[in-house]
């Protein structure tokens, strides 16, 4: 039951976006992504099962994990000034992974 109402979650905001894209307000459709849906999922079923001290660390690492996002949108931001878009979205992709492992990496070795 859990994982129906975790992808009945995930649908909706598909949804949702989708509708948002639409409207003379679709920039707002790059904010929904952003809401809380899988860090509240996580975050409960990390205080549930290590404790709020692990919580603690989790979300200190979420705010580290900002930086990937925003080499993301900088890195899309340039690339679709000189690429087709399925091109400048796998290279944001790719900025993304990249930036995703450093930070993966210094927080193994580092914290």
Same mark, same amino acid.
């Given at each position: 039951?859990?994982?129906?109402?975790?992808?009945?979650? $995930?649908? &909706?905001?598909?949804?949702?976006? $989708?509708?948002? =894209?639409?409207?003379?307000?679709?920039?707002?459709?790059? !904010? !929904?992504?952003?809401?809380? @849906?899988?860090?509240?999922?996580?975050?409960?079923?990390?205080? +549930?099962?290590?404790?709020?001290?692990?919580?603690? @660390? @989790?979300?200190? %690492?979420?705010?580290?994990?900002?930086?990937?996002?925003? &080499?993301?949108? &900088? +890195? !899309?931001?340039? %690339?679709?000034? *000189? *690429?087709?878009?399925?091109? =400048?979205?796998? $290279?944001?992709?790719? /900025?993304? /992974?990249? +930036?995703?492992?450093? !930070?993966?990496?210094?927080? +193994?070795?580092?914290?």
């Amino acid at each position: 039951m859990g994982l129906f109402i975790k992808a009945a979650i $995930g649908a &909706l905001v598909v949804l949702i976006i $989708g509708i948002l =894209a639409k409207t003379k307000n679709y920039y707002i459709a790059g !904010l !929904l992504p952003l809401f809380p @849906t899988f860090a509240l999922i996580a975050h409960y079923i990390v205080a +549930s099962e290590r404790g709020i001290e692990a919580l603690r @660390t @989790t979300i200190i %690492f979420g705010m580290w994990a900002i930086i990937p996002y925003f &080499l993301y949108l &900088l +890195s !899309l931001w340039y %690339f679709i000034g *000189m *690429m087709r878009l399925p091109l =400048a979205l796998g $290279g944001a992709v790719v /900025c993304w /992974c990249l +930036s995703a492992w450093v !930070l993966i990496f210094c927080w +193994s070795r580092f914290h």
